[in-house]
């Protein structure tokens, strides 16, 4: 055990003489690694928040029910006694036209306009919340509402939701493709990368193995090598994101200002920043594994 830790230990400090000596061109390799991987940290993270603001918006969603002006009376309490006994409904509210014309005093400035109305032109209302806001839920509800007496127009608000759900499973399906297709490209860099390095000490390569040194010893400074270019590049990746995220937020927040909202992009937390720097170890690891297998190892025997 204690030979394996010391085989290993010194395959890193290796590494790490070999970094400190290229510095510039190390940081120049893990800087390109960084901006390859931080446009999937980019795009995962404003999908998220999109996909966040979405559901909070969408579980404030309701079902606007408007009476007809020449309703009958009674109609509003019979359509309310039908609301309590549906199971479907998880809540809702009844607004007269008194009290809604009340309040678009309250929110216009332009009073005049309002007293010279001979008639309230606002229908009595019901604002309705049901308990599925699924669509297939939300439209029969609908057609059960339309058989009630008294009710002139449905309006089913958050129509644009679905619109934003499905431009985000857009973004998704091409996350998961620029993801992949940069993925390849990462894998290309960092293997050509160790590449070049075994090209350059081919001879000290060829008088270990003359000495005796085993596959695994050979192989085992290219991997860490690989591994750190990875973990590197992953930790760019998370300050090229913190950066261009902090930037937007600047302009998202001066106008969710203007739409009196205070949305922005969540910057991405410890959990997501571990799994980015671990994804980039993991793929320079297999990066330098099969570069290392191709290369090496085929000029060897």
Known sequence: MKSWLTQHTQALKL??????????????????????????????????????????????????????????????????????????????????????????????????????????????AFFIAPKNLDAASVESLKNELAKLEGIEEIVVDGAWIKRLNYLILIGQKAMVIITSLLGFALVAVIGNTIRMQILTQQAEIELSQLIGATKSFIRRPFLYLGALYGLIGGLFALLITYAVISVFNQSLNTLAREYQTDFSINLPDITSGSVVCLLSLIVGLVSAYFAVSKSLFKNIN
């Open 15 to 124: 590494v790490l003489r070999r970094f400190k000596a290229n510095l510039l061109n190390t940081l120049f390799i893990c800087l390109a690694i960084g901006v390859t991987l931080a446009l999937p940290s980019i795009m995962y993270t404003v999908l998220s928040s999109l996909s966040g603001l979405a559901n909070n918006v969408k579980s404030e969603s309701q079902i606007s029910v408007f009476l007809s002006a020449d309703q009958a009376s009674g109609t509003a309490t019979s359509i309310k006694a039908a609301l309590e006994k549906n199971a479907v409904v998880k809540s809702f509210k009844f607004v007269s036209k008194e009290d809604a014309l009340k309040q678009l005093e309250t929110a216009t400035a332009n009073n005049n306009v309002l007293s010279s109305l001979e008639q309230n032109p606002l229908p009595d």
